[in-house]
């Protein structure tokens, strides 16, 4: 076992005792910190409910949002990289409005849409849309001008080059803001479900909130990391086949 | 494709530059870059392009690869007058132009692909082209997994793949160190030989100037014209040991002493141009 | 801002652009503004001939009047006051803690190594999400919309503090060997200089993102200041007063980016 590995362990070790004498202390009244054995009870609680109910309206909410969100923000953006005057006058607007949190947008969404699904949708829509389209409209500085001279120089047409030069050479930073875009539609679609809804996973959350079951909205918000933390490292290995890894990051790096 | 057989493009020179100049700025501030030029490439000539940096001979060679309009003067390839980028001018550039999103297979394909060249015969030829170069091991390679000099031979041979009857080379082993460009250049003296291409040069490097050409082309400092032409008489096929002949230093040294007024004179053009910038 | 823009083909020289520079950019900047006073004539127009209840949307001529009363009777500006106030506590919580753990780490480059993935994915992840997590700790009290806003903006500033360091060039090491400084003036005078720019991004995706995960928990908790007054107005169906918070927040928001691009220029301009 190297140090570094050991240091890990430990540290793991470390947390874990670090919690249960929390627990034990009784610190924090009731159920703030609740004893290991109890959290793996509430795992047991959470999975024979209806959790997975909530996590397919959860996905079929993001996947729809997601969707939606990604295929608007990279046609938009090819479409406003391709014309630089358009571009110089919208680029500003779209980051200015990409630092308001998205969230704040849902009580429109909630007062044109429903409460249902559709709000959430937009809302997940809504936070793929700005990555998607940033990273596409800073992806075109990756194409490198030597490029599109020897293009021409082997007798492409316009057409030709942008599918077969612009393209293959802005991919990667467009996955880097498609990776982006769906990390912020989770967040997006979980938040808007623990505003105002029925059902889904954030409802979940804020269902059992209500309820003072701490432990089990702990189990649940535990799941909602883990899960984004697999679809980043999915879509991390996934550029990587695809050859798209390497997209150059903006400092719009994160958003809500 | 686009194999120049008619009885035309067979007789004319392969390039005539005619009184060709050039400016960039607009009404308030003209900038000369190239003053009037003129000359004649024959038909499996090479000749290069010397000059001190920065004095216009990469805009003339961009004007020939039809990269830049809105000059003066007239060019002609194969005695048809020039119209953006001609169909049978090929050019290898300064900068690494190898797609990095594909294989060595696929980048020298690339011209021949879009040229809807059908996959068996694009295939054939790439290879024979990697072949030719010696990288054919490296077919599958992606240019990231290939040196620097590697990837300059990959952008020759996708350049040669499309048949060019021209070929035009922008400094292309400036970025590379010097044992590297000195075994590119054997390399290109071997290729020549074979392949009796017609090649305009751009270096600003006096003995590979000398070691490749037919002829070189002296350029003054900014606006670039064309000072003197200097015949290379040295026996063909050469390689590398070229350099240790006495005609090649004669030959590099009388180079130097028409290029050495115009270096210093680009050397303090620069210096003013910083000293302005600053200001 | 690091908008990019497409280098022309071919070098064009040094050609002087000054001239026309001028009235080009205020031209786009007129369009601009045009394309936002459209934007608002057009949801006056959709209000007008009832495309749109007036529940649903509050046209302009009523939700500008509203803001201005709101910042007017000082209202808004007690609002604005408590959020800045979370922001401002938590972000220099995060910078403070963030810069010494990133420091720290990068002297321990055993416990960098072991934690670095660790941070990376915390850096990547919904920490927003926890707010539940921070009113059972903390209460419905702004302390806990801070300390939500102190945990989100930490890890970016503490990864960018530890790369800084960690990608500073040897040369620099090896500078403030060969010229014998202490290891207090070589930490002073060489490797903070050195490290600085690449810190100063931490510092400002941290605060970016204090500010956003304050406003979002304000919203989502009905806590502080002008998050939860949206929600509010929402939950009272005032679409007026709803839009009206809604036009604060954005343009608290736009202010913060236009003075955060203003700093980093001053301050990154070596």
Known sequence: MTTVVRIRVLSVLAVALLWELLALSGAGADDFFPHLWTLAAAFGDVLTSDFAGDVGVTLFQLFWGASIGIVVGLVLGLLLATRPLVREIVEPLLVYLSTVPKIVLYPVFLLFLSVGTESKIAMAAFGAFFPVVLHTLGAVSDVRPVWLNAARLLHTSGGQRMRHVYIPAMAPTMFAGVRLGIATSIIGTVMAESKAADEGVGYRVIFYYSQYQIPQMYVVLLLVFVFSVLVAVGLDRLGRVLRLGGGHRTDREISL | ?279 | MTTTTSAPPVSAGPGPAKVRAWPRTVGVSLTRIGIIVLAAALVELAVELRWATPLQVAPPSIVLPALWDGLTTGNYLSLLGTTLAEVGVAFLCAATVGTTLGYLLWRRPLFGRAYEPLLYALASSPIVLLYPVSLVMFGRTPVAVAVLGFVAGLFPVLISTYQAFRRLDDTYIKVAKVLRLTPGQSFLRVLLPAALPSVLVGLRLGLTLTMLTVIAMEYLANVGGVGAELSLAYLRLRSADMYAVLLLIISLSVTFLFLLNLTTRLVVKR
């Not at chain 2, 003054?220 to 240790?244: C, H």
Request: net charge negative; hydrophobic share 45%; charged share 20%.
């Open chain 2, 1 to 279: 494709m686009n194999a120049p057989t008619d009885g035309a493009a067979g007789t004319a020179p392969a390039l005539v530059i005619a009184d060709v100049s050039k400016s960039f700025g607009d009404q308030t501030r003209r900038v000369p870059a190239l003053g009037k030029v003129s000359l004649t490439v024959a038909r499996g000539e090479f000749v290069s392009l010397i000059g001190p940096s920065g004095c216009g001979k990469s805009t003339l060679i961009n004007i020939v690869a039809g990269l830049i309009d809105g000059y003066e003067g007239r060019v002609t390839v194969s005695g048809a007058p020039l119209d953006g980028p001609h169909p049978s001018i090929g050019m290898v550039f300064q900068d690494d132009s190898t797609f990095p999103w594909l294989s060595t297979l696929q980048n020298v394909e690339f011209g021949m692909r879009m040229a809807g060249v059908n996959a068996t015969e694009r295939r054939e030829r790439a290879m024979e082209m990697l072949d030719l170069i010696g990288l054919r091991s490296f077919a599958d390679r992606y240019p990231a997994q290939l040196s620097g000099g590697m990837r300059q031979r990959v952008a020759l041979a996708r350049a040669l793949a499309m048949r060019p009857e021209i070929l035009l080379m922008d400094e292309p082993f400036a970025a590379l160190d010097e044992q590297t460009r000195m075994v590119l250049g054997e390399e290109l003296l071997r290729l020549q030989e074979e392949l009796q291409q017609t090649v305009v040069f751009v270096t600003h490097n006096l003995g590979e100037a000398v070691q490749l050409s037919d002829r070189v082309v002296a350029m003054t400092a900014r606006p670039a014209s064309i000072k003197a032409i200097l015949e290379v008489d040295l026996p063909r096929p050469r390689d590398s040991s070229i350099v240790s002949s006495d005609r090649y230093g004669e030959l590099v040294a009388h180079l130097w002493s028409l290029l050495r007024e115009e270096a210093i004179t680009a050397f303090n053009q620069r210096d003013a141009a910083q000293a302005g910038a600053v200001r």
